[in-house]
C-alpha cells in the first residue's frame, strides 16, 4: 500500500503525533497510551481523535462511552511500518471482543487480571497486587466482586484446590490473550 504523503507529513508536523504512533504498537486506551508515551492522558486523547478523523486510527468498541480502544488502521500501520522501518508483524491485532477490553482497562479490573499467576484466592491476589502493583489499593471484598463479573464474562474460571471448601480463580485461555495484552501496555 502507497503512503499518502500528506498524512505521513501532517504526523511528522507535531512530535506528539509522531510519538503516539510509533507507541500504538496494539490497540489501547488514551489512558495506556498515555502510560506508555509519557503524554498527557488528554492530549493522547485529543491526539487519536484527529488521527481518527485522519483515518490513520479507528476506534475499536465505539459504543463505549469510557475506555474507548483505538487501533492502527491499514494505513495507519503502513506510515507506523515506514517511521520505524520494521515489518508490520510488530504490530498485534488478535481478534478479541474490544468492547470487553475496554472494560478490562479499569484500574482495578486490570490489577486483578495482571496479579493472576495460577489457581489463586482472592487474599493471594490482594496479596500479589500489593506488592507487585505500586499505588493500587483495593480489598478482598472488591476482589471477590470483580472476580464474579469476570467469571460471567468468561476471562476466569473456578477451580477448587485440595481440600479447601473456598474457590481459586485461574485465567481461562482468553484471559491470558487479554493479560498479555494488557502486560504490553504497562509503563
Not at 64 to 74: D, E, K, N
Not at 104 to 118: P, Q
Request: net charge positive.
Amino acid at each position: 500500500m502507497e503512503i499518502r504523503h500528506d498524512k505521513h507529513e501532517w504526523i511528522k508536523q507535531h512530535e506528539q503525533r509522531t510519538t503516539i504512533i510509533q507507541a500504538l504498537h496494539q490497540p489501547m486506551t488514551a489512558s495506556q497510551l498515555a502510560d506508555v508515551s509519557g503524554i498527557a492522558e488528554a492530549i493522547c486523547a485529543h491526539v487519536l481523535r484527529a488521527m481518527q478523523k485522519q483515518d490513520i486510527v479507528t476506534c475499536l468498541n465505539p459504543t463505549a462511552r469510557r475506555s474507548r480502544v483505538f487501533g492502527l488502521t491499514t494505513e495507519g500501520r503502513t506510515i507506523r511500518k515506514g517511521m520505524l522501518e520494521l515489518h508490520s508483524q510488530d504490530y498485534i491485532a488478535p481478534v478479541i471482543d474490544w468492547d470487553l477490553y475496554g472494560f478490562l482497562c479499569y484500574a482495578h479490573r486490570t490489577a486483578v487480571i495482571l496479579a493472576l499467576d495460577g489457581a489463586m484466592r482472592p487474599a493471594d491476589i490482594k496479596r500479589r497486587i500489593l506488592f507487585t502493583q505500586e499505588g493500587v489499593c483495593i480489598s478482598c471484598n472488591n476482589i471477590r466482586d470483580l472476580l464474579k463479573e469476570l467469571l460471567n464474562y468468561g476471562v476466569v474460571e473456578r477451580e477448587i484446590v485440595g481440600k479447601s471448601p473456598f474457590y481459586s480463580y485461574r485465567l481461562t485461555p482468553e484471559g491470558e490473550v487479554y493479560q498479555r495484552m494488557l502486560l504490553r501496555v504497562q509503563p
